[in-house]
Each structure stands twice: as structure tokens, then as C-alpha cells.
T-cell receptor
Framework: DAGVTQSPTHLIKTRGQHVTLRCSPI?????VSWYQQVLGQGPQFIFQ???????GRGNFPDRFSARQFPNYSSELNVNALLLGDSALYLC??????????????FGEGSRLTVL | GESVGLHLPTLSVQEGDNSIINCAYS??????FIWYKQESGKGPQFIID?????DKRQGQRVTVLLNKTVKHLSLQIAATQPGDSAVYFC??????????FGAGTILRVKS
């Protein structure tokens, strides 16, 4: 069975550009969460979506946005990129919405480098 | 504010020995805790979880201990193997359907 798949795996952007990262959850999972992991740190929560609705938002600026599609896949968009946005962006899926009620399965991540 | 922290950033153990990775959390209202393992170039992998109504849970070669009195969490790995080398994160649930992760502990297994 396919796990959580993310694309692209690596990408390089310059300051001011925008980026779209994509995630396909495990088949049957309706919840997708996005995390940012800066090198040497633990993942930081960005968004959680369940049944196409935003259910949680972390402490990130409005340059970060996301959406979930009818097939439960998701996109994370970041506008006006800054050097500090360089990180590994992780997508995680789960069967249900609450983090206390379902195991989160993480993808391999999208490594974003902003020059 | 919310924070989950680790006492030791790097832990080196001999193959076959037991490993203990510690974690302190600050939110006394958290009721669910998870340990993740992250190998280089990969996403975090679920190891074991524990709810606040328990103080110990065992898995295959791993045990998680929860001490709510001092807000401390630990992961014990029995008979550590080279394949256990990775970064280990503890995480706690937080309002808003999110997990709050600690900074991580690097586990190095010496053969």
C-alpha cells in the first residue's frame, strides 16, 4: 500500500517567489496536516484539514495557505518566500481529525531551499 | 507557552545496551504523547504512544514511561541495534488538532 506521498521532493526557489507543495494521503485517510521542520529542530505545526475544512492553524504568517481537495489530497502554498522558509515540509495523514484519536503517518517531505 | 524539550541532544550507546531517551513537557493539560523516530532524509515514523491515564506502555523492544507529577516522558529501547540510530522526538497533543514536538535527541549506536 502506498504511504503518504509528497511532491516535489526537493526544490530551490529565490526570495519573493511562491511555491506549491503537494500531498496525497494514505488511501482512506480524510485528514491531512502540514508541518515545517527547520534543520536541527522538531516539526512545527502549520495546518490541519479534515473533510476539506481547516481544523487547525499554527503560528505562521498569512503567506502560508493550504487547501484540501475532494479526493483528500492537499496543497500547501507559500507566497513571498523568505530565506527563513527554507525547511523540510512534512505532510501527515490520519483517518480522523483529532491528533489524540488517530496515528499520524508522515510522508518523506519536500525539501525547500530559498536562495 | 507550549514547549516540549529534551534533556540530552545526543546519546551514544553500545550495540546491545539499553537506551533511555528523556523528554520534559510543559503543558499539564496534554493527555496524549507520542514518540517518533526520524532517520536521515525521511519523515518521522511513529514508534509508540501513551495516554495520560497510563504511566507505562510497552511495545516491541520499546517502553514509554509517563510521569505526570514532574511532566516527564521517557523512551526505553531494549538491546539497541545499529538500525535504531536516528533522531527521536517526543510530541504532545495540543488544542487545534496539532502535535507539539520537542527538539529531538540524536541516538548513535556504536558497534
Amino acid at each position: 500500500d502506498a504511504g503518504v506521498t509528497q511532491s516535489p521532493t526537493h526544490l530551490i526557489k529565490t526570495r519573493g517567489q511562491h511555491v506549491t507543495l503537494r500531498c496525497s494521503p494514505i488511501s482512506g485517510h480524510k485528514s491531512v496536516s502540514w508541518y515545517q521542520q527547520v534543520l536541527g529542530q522538531g516539526p512545527q505545526f502549520i495546518f490541519q484539514y479534515y473533510e476539506k475544512e481547516e481544523r487547525g492553524r499554527g503560528n505562521f504568517p498569512d503567506r502560508f495557505s493550504a487547501r484540501q481537495f475532494p479526493n483528500y489530497s492537499s496543497e500547501l502554498n507559500v507566497n513571498a518566500l523568505l530565506l527563513g522558509d527554507s525547511a523540510l515540509y512534512l505532510c501527515a495523514s490520519s483517518l480522523v481529525s483529532g491528533v489524540s484519536t488517530g496515528e499520524l503517518f508522515f510522508g518523506e517531505g519536500s525539501r525547500l531551499t530559498v536562495l | 507557552g507550549e514547549s516540549v524539550g529534551l534533556h540530552l541532544p545526543t546519546l551514544s550507546v553500545q550495540e546491545g545496551d539499553n537506551s533511555i531517551i528523556n523528554c520534559a513537557y510543559s503543558n499539564s493539560a496534554s493527555d496524549y504523547f507520542i514518540w517518533y523516530k526520524q532517520e536521515s532524509g525521511k519523515g518521522p515514523q511513529f514508534i509508540i504512544d501513551i495516554r495520560s491515564n497510563m504511566d507505562k506502555r510497552q511495545g516491541q523492544r520499546v517502553t514509554v514511561l509517563l510521569n505526570k507529577t514532574v511532566k516527564h516522558l521517557s523512551l526505553q529501547i531494549a538491546a539497541t541495534q545499529p538500525g535504531d540510530s536516528a533522531v527521536y522526538f517526543c510530541a504532545e497533543n495540543s488544542p487545534g488538532n496539532k502535535l507539539v514536538f520537542g527538539a529531538g535527541t540524536i541516538l548513535r549506536v556504536k558497534s
